[in-house]
């Protein structure tokens, strides 16, 4: 199993991101992704996630809005684009994978434990 976050990097405030998360190695279909950001110093939290088999998707309020989850299943591909970029957005975005049952859209979004698979992350950095 690999998840490859890539599309990090530098952006004005204001400004807008898209990141990418690559799945390999088990079945996209039966699969939620989602992706977390921790600052440094800061703990680990969720931003939103989705149900590949239904597209069902669920957003934190730090970013309803502003930020849009998607995937594409030619790709195995699950992507976050981020528009509106504030400066406390700054941080590292992990992507993660968990089995689709049970679901509790907002309680495992909230929370990253119980997902199953990590990325490695990618950086974004939002200038003021």
């Known amino acids: 199993v690999q998840l490859v976050e890539s599309g990090g990097g530098l952006v004005q405030a204001g400004g807008s991101l898209r990141l990418s998360c690559a799945a390999s190695?088990?079945?996209?279909?039966?699969?939620?992704i989602g992706w977390f950001r921790q600052a440094p110093g800061k703990e680990r939290e969720g931003v939103t996630s989705?149900?590949?088999?239904?597209?069902?998707?669920y957003y934190t309020d730090s970013v309803r809005g502003r930020f849009t989850i998607s995937n594409d299943y030619d790709e195995n591909t699950v992507y976050l684009q981020m528009h509106s970029a504030k400066p406390a957005a700054t941080s590292f975005y992990y992507c993660?994978?968990?089995?689709?049952?049970?679901?509790?859209?907002?309680?495992?979004?909230?929370?990253?434990?119980?997902?199953?698979?990590w990325g490695k992350g990618t950086l974004v950095t939002i200038s003021s």
């Open positions: 989705i149900r590949n088999s239904d597209g069902y998707v």
């Open positions: 993660a994978a968990r089995h689709d049952w049970p679901f509790d859209p907002e309680t495992i979004t909230l929370y990253p434990s119980g997902w199953n698979y």
């Open positions: 190695g088990f079945a996209f279909d039966g699969f939620v």
